[in-house]
């Protein structure tokens, strides 16, 4: 069966037009929530995708080091996204958490080489998986806990996951269209 869903994409205003006219580059790291790929928020735990990805826009704009925004104008990308649902792993639901967990037992001798203990492994799993032939997917989907512009200024960490992500490993193949759907002042949001 062909699953269809919207996912938001929240940029700058330069990138946004370089996505729509080429398509997306992949994040590429182990600290990835989900590994490599393109990276949207989507319906889940939030009924506001498109808003989360406007506030991700901005969030990522501030500079930290120079105090001052690195782009003026942030954006919302909404593309549709497909996949075959054999090709989809959903670890909102029992069975995709029990395959991450499964995916930790088959690597723990590579981890502990790695390292990584106390820091979030999901995407260091999956990209293993993925890597190895082991994890044939092309989209996944997980809940998470991101910190916007409120949470980062007040210092708000919570474990409570407040956002839907959803990662696209293929986008050429798994991104039907995309089309910008907003388009604002970082400046007017935030003062």
């Not at 062909?2 to 370089?18: I, M, R, V």
């Not at 969030?59 to 075959?84: F, G, L, M, P, R």
């Not at 080489?113 to 989209?139: C, H, Q, T, Y």
Request: proline residues 2%; negative net charge; charged residues 30%.
């Amino acid at each position: 069966m062909l699953l269809h869903f919207n996912g938001f994409h929240g940029t700058s205003l330069s990138s946004a037009k370089k996505i729509v006219s080429s398509n997306y580059e992949s994040s590429i790291g182990d600290d990835e929530w989900l590994g490599n790929g393109v990276y949207f928020f989507v319906d889940g735990i939030s009924s506001k995708p498109d808003e989360q990805a406007k506030k991700w826009s901005i969030v990522q704009a501030w500079d930290k080091h120079k105090k001052t925004y690195k782009y003026k104008n942030y954006c919302v990308i909404n593309s549709e996204i497909q996949v075959e649902e054999d090709d989809y792993l959903d670890l909102t639901k029992e069975e995709g958490v029990e395959i991450l967990s499964y995916l930790s037992e088959c690597f723990e001798k590579k981890l502990r080489k790695l390292n990584k203990r106390f820091k979030p492994i999901d995407g260091l799993l999956i990209n293993l998986a993925r890597d190895e032939g082991i994890l044939p997917i092309e989209v996944v989907k997980g809940n998470f806990y991101i910190k916007f512009a409120k949470e980062r200024i007040k210092n708000i960490t919570l474990r409570t996951a407040n956002c839907t992500i959803c990662t696209v490993y293929e986008p050429t193949k798994n991104i039907t269209s995309s089309n910008i759907i907003e388009i604002g002042n970082i400046k007017d949001e935030t003062e």
